[in-house]
């Protein structure tokens, strides 16, 4: 009779959302995205914008992998030249906030059941049409991604989401 070996546990998958400061320099995108790449971490989101200091960029980025494999990915992001900073944001006190645009068919006897989910959300209608209309909703990922699930029955016909805008809370940086 053999014995039942134990198969090895497999490391927990998390989302992380990190902060990269660069300069504001052709490729640099490429090569920090590589980084995630070869770890084989996920990109669900990224945000790119200048810095106060032009020559500087922001990059906020949401990603899903092994909890293990972080530590590593943010140590190989401060190696690369054009990297001044990478934080991971993951357990920190944040403010964190994320647009949308919803598209949505909308026939005349739905648009009021439509109109009340997306005042309850605060989303505004951006565009009215005869058959269709535009909500812009903002807030934290989870409120959209139940604002979006409300909507669905109604045919979501576009989605756009611009990914996570972070900030640290008090004296630590983003």
Known sequence: MSAAR??????????????????NKPGVLVRVALVFSRRAFNIESLVVSPAAEGRFSRMTITCSGKNDDLGQVVKQLAKLVDVVTAIDHTNDLTYSVEIALIKIESPIDARTEILQIAEHY???????????????????????????????????????????LLM???????
């Open 168 to 174: 640290a809370r008090g004296e630590r940086m983003t």
């Open 6 to 23: 134990a198969l090895p546990a497999t490391e927990p998958i998390g989302t992380h959302t990190i902060s990269v400061f660069v300069n």
């Open 122 to 164: 605060k989303a505004r209608v951006v565009d009215f049409g005869p058959t269709a209309l535009i909500l812009q909703a903002h807030g934290s990922s989870e409120k959209l991604d139940a604002l979006i699930e409300l909507l669905r029955p109604y045919n979501v016909v576009e989605l756009v989401r611009s990914g996570k």
